[in-house]
Nanobody, 123 residues
Framework: QVQLVESGGGLVQPGGSLRLSCAASGTIFGINVMNWYRQAPGKQRELVATVDRDGGTDYVDSVKGRFTISAISRDGAANMVYLQMNNLKPEDTAVYYC??????????????WGQGTQVTVSS
């Protein structure tokens, strides 16, 4: 079984910073891509940032220049993914979810989700 566990959410004032972390554990033979999604109240879940196994990154336009995604690999598989969020705005308020495309015990790739961590940007 594979588990993704997020941490680092909280309450921050506009213009502040937070760093989210996500730890992947379990039977993992490889990871293709790790993502951060977010879901605000009454809105659909959206993809915020992506990092692939080659280190390539991509971001939704609304966070470009403010958010940075990074991953740490061990034994050829990314085990940790981070989301550094700077210059936070009230519209960044959401539950943030870690997501990964993992080659698991079945030797097939499946997407896994974390439980989510709340980020609230408010004065």
């Amino acid at each position: 079984q594979v588990q993704l566990v997020e941490s680092g959410g909280g309450l921050v004032q506009p213009g502040g910073s937070l760093r989210l972390s996500c730890a992947a554990s379990g039977t993992i033979f490889g990871i293709n891509v790790m993502n951060w999604y977010r879901q605000a109240p009454g809105k659909q879940r959206e993809l915020v940032a992506t990092v692939d196994r080659d280190g390539g990154t991509d971001y939704v336009d609304s966070v470009k220049g403010r958010f940075t995604i990074s991953a740490i690999s061990r034994d050829g598989a990314a085990n940790m993914v981070y989301l550094q969020m700077n210059n936070l705005k009230p519209e960044d308020t959401a539950v943030y979810y870690c997501n990964a495309d993992v080659e698991d015990w079945s030797r097939r790739y499946h997407y896994y989700w974390g439980q989510g961590t709340q980020v609230t940007v408010s004065s």
